[in-house]
């Protein structure tokens, strides 16, 4: 995402806790800025940044609400924290199989707050997941605790070339796989 933002003219520094996703991220584009830090706590002064962006990260950290008063801290008045998460209900269950009508089952409850363990395949990489899944409610809280408004919430579809190249991803037209949020530091 650093790489992506950056290329379209963007100011970007990037912060990652991983000194090996770093050091990757550094060989691919030096460019953007790279700092080492947790989420909790950044080191960056109090108001410095217009924009962050949360891509993929708030369900993996322990202390989301944590993560989200650092992200309002380092953010200017009227700035907007973006996120981009594994949506809650994707996270509580699972379907029965990879067919686009597969039935979608919800596994523990999802309104609690519990930690997150999946293997995934694509294109032959095998891929693990271990986070935390959050209900919506927990972010919504995290955010309002925060000082932060949401403005734009999102719970986007499989795009078209997606169900192009794989049918059976059609099973996440009934089941949202994603969730975007952008907020406003009021």
Known sequence: MARLLHAKGHRV??????????????????DPRY???DMGALPFADAVFD?????????D????????????????LSGRLCVCVTHPVADAGTFA???????????????????FEGTFERAGLRM????RAYPLESYARALEDA?????????????????????AEARW???????????VKA
Do not use: K
């Not at 989200?68 to 801290?73: L, Q, W, Y």
């Open 51 to 59: 924009v962050v962006v949360a891509y993929n990260s708030l369900m």
């Open 147 to 167: 000082g932060l408004l949401i403005e734009i919430l999102r719970e986007p579809a499989v795009p078209e070339e997606v169900l192009r190249r794989d049918p």
């Open 61 to 76: 950290v322990e202390d989301m609400p944590g993560a989200v008063a650092e992200a309002s801290r380092v953010l200017a």
């Open 128 to 131: 693990v997941f271990s986070g």
């Open 35 to 37: 700092v080492m830090a």
């Open 97 to 115: 199989d990879r067919s686009a009508d597969a039935p979608f089952t919800l596994t523990g409850s999802y309104l609690e707050e519990r930690p």
């Open 173 to 183: 037209a009934r089941i949202p796989n994603f969730l975007w949020l952008r907020a």
């Open 13 to 30: 520094v990037a912060v990652d806790a991983s000194p090996t996703l770093l050091r990757h991220a550094i060989e691919a584009d030096a």
